[in-house]
């Protein structure tokens, strides 16, 4: 069975700061996808950002980019020049073959003045 | 496009009675997927539909839930007998099919419920 971990239950960064947050994962599969789900407060989760394992390339979204290690079965989420509103919980996210997501249990990210 | 869209957002139920929740997901998605998650959790697989098949229940659905998609549009997720661990958030996805894989689900808000 696969396995998402996310060890930083807590996380806090200085607006216009960068901040990484943790993730590693367990599989056997070869062929799976990976995901960072954000989730304010009392709202729905959206998707960050997506990583094809197959590719090499650490995936970018604007200020959102990912350090993908496959070996060591690690998939960091980096925000850049953080912004109040990204303050949520974090939750990384796997999906292989059986197309259903497993989730780590989040990280929740404050942003400061 | 209006999203995955879930009704209630929010129930109270006193413990032995039934609930039902309903979700719509995107329009010509044909996956629908059900997760709950308890606080300070993310959220755990419970069912999915593939059109109006139900493909895979997890361990965690009790023979006192049960899910329906009839006509491989909208699902509802009914729970009989509730029970107080039964208190969660219920959460909907749906994903589309694209390059042959199902690999981004789309949430709606959800549905809070608290057995009391």
């Known amino acids: 069975a696969q396995t998402v971990t996310q060890s930083q239950p807590e996380m806090s960064v200085q607006e216009a700061e960068t901040v990484t947050l943790s993730c590693t994962y367990d599989?056997?599969?070869?062929?799976?996808?990976l995901f960072w789900y954000k989730q304010p407060p009392s709202r729905q989760m959206i998707l960050v950002i997506r990583?094809?394992?197959?590719?090499?390339q650490n995936a970018t979204e604007n200020r959102f980019s990912v350090n993908f290690q496959k070996a060591a079965k690690s998939f960091s989420l980096k925000i850049s020049d953080s912004q109040l509103g990204d303050a949520a919980m974090y939750f990384c996210?796997?999906?292989?073959?059986?197309?259903?997501?497993?989730f780590g249990t989040g990280t929740r990210l404050q942003v400061t003045l | 496009d209006t999203g995955v869209s879930q009704d209630p957002r929010h129930k109270i139920t006193k413990r032995g009675q039934n609930v039902t929740f309903r979700c719509d997901p995107i329009?010509?998605?044909?996956?629908l997927y059900w997760y709950r998650q308890t606080l300070g959790q993310g959220p755990e697989f419970l069912t999915y539909?593939?059109?109006?098949?139900?493909?895979?229940k997890s361990r965690l659905l009790s023979n006192r839930f049960s899910a329906e998609r009839p006509k491989g549009s909208f699902s509802t997720l009914e729970i009989q007998r509730t029970e107080q661990g039964d208190s969660a958030m219920y959460l909907c996805?749906?994903?589309?099919?694209?390059?042959?894989?199902?690999?981004?689900?789309?949430f709606g808000q959800g549905t809070r419920l608290t057995v009391v």
């Open positions: 990583q094809e394992a197959y590719k090499q």
């Open positions: 329009s010509e998605h044909n996956r």
């Open positions: 996805a749906s994903s589309p099919l694209k390059g042959g894989r199902y690999t981004e689900a789309f």
């Open positions: 539909f593939q059109n109006e098949a139900q493909l895979e």
């Open positions: 996210a796997y999906t292989g073959t059986a197309s259903k997501l497993t």
């Open positions: 599989t056997s599969e070869s062929d799976y996808y």
